[in-house]
Every structure is written in C-alpha cells, then in structure tokens.
C-alpha cells in the first residue's frame, strides 16, 4: 500500500511538470544560436547556405532593402529563378513580412548577423524551426536579369 502510495505521487508530480509551464518562444532546433553582430546588417544582399547545418540543395537569393522592402529570387524545385517582391519588419531580433497582394510568410523568424557581417542567420518560429544561413553576396546581374516575377501561385521560400 505504501508503495503504491509513493507510485500514484510520482506519478501526480511528473504530470504537473510536463502538462503545464510557460511556452517558450525561443526557436529550438539544432543550430540554433544566433550571431551577436549589428542588425542593422541585415540590409544587403544574401544567398542561402545551408538549411540546418546542411548545404542547400537549391538557389535562393535575398535583397534586402533599407526602405523595407525585400526581393526575393529563388530557384527551387526548377531550371529558372522566379521573382517575388514583399515588404518586411524587423523588430529587435524579429523578422516578418508578406508579399506585394498581401499574403504573409509562411512563418517569422529570429535573425542574427554574424560579427564580420558575413553571414545572416534566420530561424523559423514555428513547432519544427529551422535554421537557415546566408551568406552576403551580390546577386548576379544574369539572375536578376532572367528571372520570371511570380504570383503567388508558387510557394515562396520564405
């Protein structure tokens, strides 16, 4: 009796710690400290690196602007770059934003730039983050150029 008086506390205590607790809207994920360089970096030119810790399988690059607004050339999944334009936020370490119609990002992020200004750190604030890399480039005339402007029909990388 006393053991099973013992057990249904245990029981009782291990509950109360997994079923209630503040949330916690840090992203978790696995690389998922961020760089302590100045923010403000964060208007210029990116190409993605690596998406958690692994190089990216596919091409996209970031201008962002210091009037708010960023343009966003990707080839995914395809043999051509298509164009979306949008405007963002940048709030402290958090980054938002919606496309030109209206439509928002399929998620927000926490930014980070890395004290050479080299390199920018985007992880997503949802259940599964994900953390992104890019690394400060001048996006090719050749991209810029040729690439397709996009309705929303096509899912943006951001």
Do not use: H
Request: proline share 4%.
């Amino acid at each position: 009796m006393k053991i099973f008086k013992i057990l249904s506390l245990l029981a009782v205590a291990l509950v109360s710690f997994t079923s209630c607790g503040e949330t916690n809207d840090e992203p978790t994920g696995p690389n998922n400290e961020l760089p302590a360089g100045p923010i403000e970096k964060i208007v210029n030119q990116w190409r993605l690196a690596t998406v958690n810790g692994v190089e990216a399988e596919f091409d996209v690059y970031i201008d962002i602007k210091d009037d708010a607004s960023f343009e966003l050339y990707q080839m995914v999944y395809s043999n051509q770059y298509y164009l979306y334009k949008g405007t963002y936020e940048l709030n402290d370490q958090l980054f938002t934003g919606s496309y030109l119609g209206g439509n928002m990002w399929k998620c927000d992020y926490i930014v980070g730039i890395s004290e050479d200004e080299q390199r920018l750190t985007m992880i997503s604030v949802e259940d599964q983050s994900i953390t992104c890399v890019y690394e400060a480039t001048t996006i090719p005339e050749d991209v810029k150029q040729w690439a397709v402007t996009r309705a929303l029909d096509v899912v943006p990388f951001l």
